[in-house]
């Protein structure tokens, strides 16, 4: 898929190797969409790619001394999930990122790659969008400042040049008067593309002042996804609300004005009659949910990551081993750990890691079922994170710390209880998987026992809800889902 591959270790580099190679090379990050663009033939001429996912201090989430909010641009979606700050001070995009795909999907990808790709459908656009953010890009002839509207030019299309990187989206927090909302109409709860999204922003008078009443609409932003070539606002709609107070009136006359502003077409997801009815539902949703207080219904406090220990705000868990120069592909050779043992890979460079894990590395524990980061049987351990391994390029690897369902076992087990001395050889979540036969064909099982198994060094005692948000990454095709999630239940508890 690619003939060149570069780790890089500062911007320096990156805008450097986007200046000599053009529009024949791709910076990755995530590669959650590249990958498949690349498969898919929807990306042509690249021949190089570009890892930033080495370079220090670009996963940061920071405030400000003028009240702006700034990502780095390899923060990811459950960065923003776990961010105090955006909860509290960006909820609509923090709400977002957690609809984004899966815990393992949301590891990988960044926001800055979600706004790249230029989707009218990403998740993260409408949001950041009603916050008013825009975003810097980088070359070497210089720096430029763009509001992300004005990023847009069409679908999956930008004003991003060849030769730029994107090293940064700031908007301004919300301040103690505005508050915001996020609604996402899917074909189902997670692992799902939007067929509508709708991101709302109010900001309120919270008392009598300059003439105007208590609990009055100031302010409005409405944006919508999914139902034009790029987001768009909702402008009658937002000019309607200021000035008043939200009523059940006010707020269906609203939503009717919002779904004026679509202009959806019909596709293989939704027909145009039933989008442009979803966003005045989605928009009373939203509306109603703020007027009662309730916009953050559905958002687990602390929503699972997938990280195991839980690392500090704004996501430090950038800081990879093994990378104190540039490596490139296939110059050099991938020299990883995986499961505690050294390899090194003279071959492979130019495909996945899940096909260098399988074949090159002749672990073939870990499974290929979709290929496209869907079913979650190609689950793994990429330096303490899980991921799905067939969205990962194989460099990516170089210097990296790698698990898979073979070196499970050798895990520090934490609280888990023992096994029986005839199973020894197993981690605790596997024995539990035996005891319950929570198997069926067997073909999905590794990657719902990677995934359990992180869930369980992350969260001693998961409730049912948190099993289930751990596996919406899981495919199991044969369904024995009551199987599995009893395993997991009872992990902690076997003692045999």
């Known amino acids: ?160 040049q060849p030769d730029e990187m994107l090293v940064d989206i700031s908007f301004p927090a919300l301040t103690p008067t505005q508050r915001g909302a996020f609604i996402k109409l899917a074909l189902r709860r997670a692992q799902a593309i939007s067929l509508v999204n709708v991101a709302i922003v109010l900001d309120t008078s919270s008392s009598l002042s300059a003439g105007i009443e208590a609990d009055t609409v100031r302010s409005a932003s409405i944006t919508l996804g999914a139902v034009a070539p790029t987001i768009i606002h909702a402008p009658e709609a937002e000019k309607y609300l200021e000035g008043k107070k939200l009523t059940t009136e006010v707020i269906e006359e609203a939503a009717r004005l919002t779904m004026n502003a679509s202009k959806p077409i019909d596709d293989i997801r939704s027909s145009a009659v039933y989008r442009r009815e979803m966003v005045r539902v989605c928009t009373l949703r939203g509306l109603r949910s703020m007027l009662n207080g309730e916009e953050q219904a559905g958002m687990p406090s602390e929503a699972v990551l997938l990280w195991g220990v839980r690392k500090s705000e704004g996501g430090s868990q950038n800081a990879e081993v093994g990378m104190q120069s540039t490596h490139e592909s296939p110059l050099s050779p991938i020299e990883t750990t995986i499961n505690g043992k050294k390899y090194t890979f003279k071959n492979g460079h130019d495909k996945t890691l899940l096909r260098l894990l399988r074949e090159d590395g002749n672990l073939i524990g870990t499974k290929e079922g979709c290929a496209e980061g869907e079913c979650g049987a190609c689950t793994i351990f990429l330096d303490g994170k899980a991921v799905m391994a067939c969205l990962v390029p194989a460099p990516r690897a170089h210097g990296a710390e790698i698990i898979t369902i073979e070196g499970l076992s050798n895990l520090d087990s934490g609280s888990l209880l023992p096994q029986s001395q005839e199973r020894q050889n197993l981690h605790p979540v596997q024995d539990a998987f035996i005891q319950h036969g929570a198997v069926q064909c067997g073909y999905c099982t590794p990657g719902f026992i990677m995934s359990a198994a992180k869930l369980l060094e992350e969260k001693e005692n998961p409730t049912h809800n948190e099993i289930e948000q751990a596996l919406t990454g899981n495919l199991c095709r044969c369904t024995g889902y009551y199987k599995i999630v009893q395993a997991i239940e009872d992990a902690n508890k076997i003692n045999l």
């Open 1 to 160: 898929m690619w003939h060149a591959y570069l780790n890089a270790t500062s911007i320096e580099e990156v805008l450097q190797a986007l200046k000599d190679k053009g529009e024949r090379a791709r910076i990755v990050a995530g590669g959650t969409d590249l990958i498949l663009e690349l498969e898919r033939g929807v990306r042509t001429g690249v021949d190089t790619l570009i890892d930033v996912t080495r370079i220090p201090n670009l996963e940061q989430i920071t405030l400000d001394e003028d009240g702006n909010i700034h990502l780095g641009a390899l923060v990811t979606h459950n960065h923003c999930v776990e961010s105090k700050l955006i909860r509290e001070r960006a909820y609509p995009l923090a709400r977002a990122a957690w609809e984004v795909g899966a815990p393992q999907i949301r590891n990988r990808g960044t926001v800055a790659g979600n706004l790249i790709t230029a989707s009218p459908a990403n998740d993260t656009i409408t949001p950041l969008i009603a916050l008013g953010a825009s975003v810097t890009l980088q070359s070497l002839n210089g720096i430029r400042n763009i509001p992300l509207q004005d990023f847009y030019t069409g679908v999956r299309k930008t004003v991003m």
